[in-house]
């Protein structure tokens, strides 16, 4: 049972993520005849283009929910002893001069 579960969940997943590829490929396929205009200059046409997937708007606003989300941060602090600078140099350091070089 587990793994026809899977079987299917799979499949199904596959299926998801192809989706937009074979959309976006059947639409191309869909518009393959279209006229294109190649002229550089500015001009008008009277065609139109007519498409329901390019056309496609939302037109019920309703289905779109107006709540407001309210986003609540909360901020901890935290106390940190600094630490105690070390006094000694080590040898390999003792010699190096205590400016950076000039810059030109």
């Known amino acids: 049972m587990q793994e026809q ?5 799979s499949i199904f997943f596959l299926f998801l993520l192809l989706f937009p590829l074979a959309e ?10 279209d006229v294109h205009c190649t002229a550089i200059e500015k001009h008008f046409h009277e065609q139109e283009h007519s498409c329901s997937i ?5 037109t019920d606003s309703n289905s779109l929910s107006n709540t407001d ?9 935290f106390s940190f ?7 000694t ?16």
């Open 5 to 9: 579960l899977k079987k299917y969940l």
């Open 24 to 33: 976006k490929s059947i639409h191309g396929l869909e518009h393959e005849k």
């Open 54 to 58: 390019c056309d496609f708007t939302l």
């Open 69 to 77: 989300f309210v986003f609540t941060l909360t901020a901890q602090s």
């Open 81 to 87: 002893n600094p630490f105690s600078q070390s006094v």
């Open 89 to 104: 140099i080590p040898y390999a350091y003792s010699n190096l001069p205590s400016r950076a070089p000039p810059v030109s």
